[in-house]
Nanobody
Framework: QVRLVETGGGLVQAGGSLSLSCAASGRAFSTYPMAWFRQTPGKEREFVAY????????YYADSVKGRFTISRDNHQDTVMLQMNSLNADDAADYYC???????????????WGQGTQVTVSA
């Protein structure tokens, strides 16, 4: 398993940008596909973005396509999420995840971070 720690959440105005980072520790980070999910109170965890092991394949939820970019640095054992043109619907707790055990868009991953909160003000 890999330990994941997210940073970079905070308060941002609508229309603004925020960059999240997820640092991994443990073995063989470069062998794990990675993803970002988000969750608001009372709702299920929702897929945001996915990146494969070498970073050449990415997938996005329709709601964030064109605004968010997922990337990874296998030398630094880090996966990032650049979020632009944020709106109220993007406010949530954001989680990074490693190694899907099912379809990449399902919240079924072997390792999860503790989450970082993103708040969007009007």
């Amino acid at each position: 398993q890999v330990r994941l720690v997210e940073t970079g959440g905070g308060l941002v105005q609508a229309g603004g940008s925020l960059s999240l980072s997820c640092a991994a520790s443990g073995r063989a980070f470069s062998t794990y596909p990675m993803a970002w999910f988000r969750q608001t109170p009372g709702k299920e965890r929702e897929f945001v973005a996915y990146i494969n092991q070498n970073g050449l394949r990415t997938y996005y939820a329709d709601s964030v396509k064109g605004r968010f970019t997922i990337s990874r640095d296998n030398h630094q054992d880090t996966v990032m999420l650049q979020m632009n043109s944020l709106n109220a619907d993007d406010a949530a707790d954001y989680y990074c995840a490693a190694n899907p055990v099912g379809a990449y868009f399902l919240p079924e991953y072997s390792s999860w971070g503790q989450g970082t909160q993103v708040t969007v003000s009007a």
